[in-house]
């Protein structure tokens, strides 16, 4: 057991956790989320589509593996900086007296004149030194350390961190993303999230009230736009949804995902030798006589025609019977018992316009953000308060000439310590002889 935990706080396991988290996020992104299983069967092929849909990499921040890998990165860091504390307070708690003077790190030396009471004075009271309470056999041994507390400025950062996967784990647990696919001037509140099956029901409405499409000459996409209304209760408010423009409403954030055009259809419908026009969409099959329901399955366009197929049934017996409806071609015949229709298709009727929006909550947003606030106030701590001792021994070698030790050491920027210690033993040589 004490072996496991040594080697989930290794700095070695913080590395290649830190490398899959890293290579997790390049798939997340080079790899698009949340479509349908088919999407990465075709775009990627039969192994690698599996692959992708095996990982969950079709939405990777919520997949398991990706939680799982979060909650092992923050339990290293957790045993890490447990593992490290009883050092760090070591040091915290060093004593500056265990040093001898001849060997003080850094350590430079010089002789002054002077009163003693006046250069020890300087010391204490300008310089900030506190008198070591300690015998020696020959001089007074003087201390002084800066920022101290910033040796445990390095766990604010690791505390940071923490902070950070805990709000990433509540958003990857608790919160969703998915679609929305809202028809021109239809309203829902439905999000079908990318790996779940049960939608989630918002406790507001979502209106499109009108798409747009924003071409270049050549008719390639430019800009689509959806211009919405949320219904909350009585509360009404308009937005304008770009890609690169998301909206927040509440603690959801909508972004414009993809869009699509959907043809309404018109059909030349024979029954018993009466022809009449009808309409059909996707969203709406034929109803002919009160007897037959047409549903149109699929359409598309190949080689410059159209092709809709359709499913005929009969709801009174419940037979039913396929059909591919073609443009410019003779009229879909399906010979029913009771009857027979013939299906001729004439022109496109109408085009209307879904927006395809993503639905997007994280609970753990604030928790995050949160985090990166605590870690630029560790960094700071940590770069700009450096913990660093100066040492100072006092030796008297004859009437008012005095031998000076200096040293001390650093946690970083020993060179420029090194120089600040120099810079320090000239201030005290000129200050004395003005005293």
Known sequence: MKNFIKDLGSAK??????????GISILGTLIPQGQAGSFYLAKYGQVLG?????????????????????????????????????????????NPGELHPEKFPNRFLTEVQGSGEILKNLIVKKYGFKKLEKDFEKGEYFYKSVNKFSFFSVYVVHFSLVIVIIGALIGAIWG???????????????????????????????????????????????EYISNITIHDNNKTIDA?????????????????????IIPEFTLKVTHNNTTEEMKISPFQPLNIKDRYSVAL?????????????????????????????????????????????ALEYKDIANLYYMTGLQAKRDPGNIVVYIGFIVMMLGLFLVYYFDPKTYLLFLVRKGDNLWEI????????????FRTKLEELLEEIKKELPKT
């Open 50 to 94: 599996k692959l992708i849909l095996f990982f969950q990499l079709n939405d990777a921040y919520h997949s398991w593996w990706y939680i799982t890998v979060l909650f092992l990165f923050m339990f290293n860091l957790i045993i890490c900086s447990l593992n490290r504390l009883p050092f760090t307070i070591k040091l915290y708690n060093r």
């Open 240 to 260: 304008i949804i770009k890609v690169n423009q998301p909206f927040k409403y509440k603690d959801v954030t909508f972004y414009q995902a993809s869009y699509n």
């Open 176 to 222: 969703y993303r998915g679609n929305m696919n809202i028809l021109e001037g239809e309203a829902t509140n439905v999000v079908q999230p990318f790996r779940k099956r049960d939608p989630v029901h918002l406790d507001f409405m979502v209106k499109l009230n009108k798409f747009i499409l924003e071409t270049y000459p050549n008719g390639m996409p430019k």
């Open 297 to 341: 399955q699929e359409y598309g366009e190949a080689h410059g025609l159209i092709f809709l197929k359709v499913w005929v049934v009969d709801e009174e017996n419940g037979n039913s019977k396929e059909g591919l409806i073609i443009s410019g071609f003779p009229a879909l015949e399906i010979n029913f018992s009771e009857g027979n229709l």
């Open 405 to 416: 030790t200096i040293g001390g050491y650093a946690k970083r920027e020993r060179e420029s």
């Open 13 to 22: 396991l913080a590395i290649v956790l830190f490398f899959v988290l890293a």
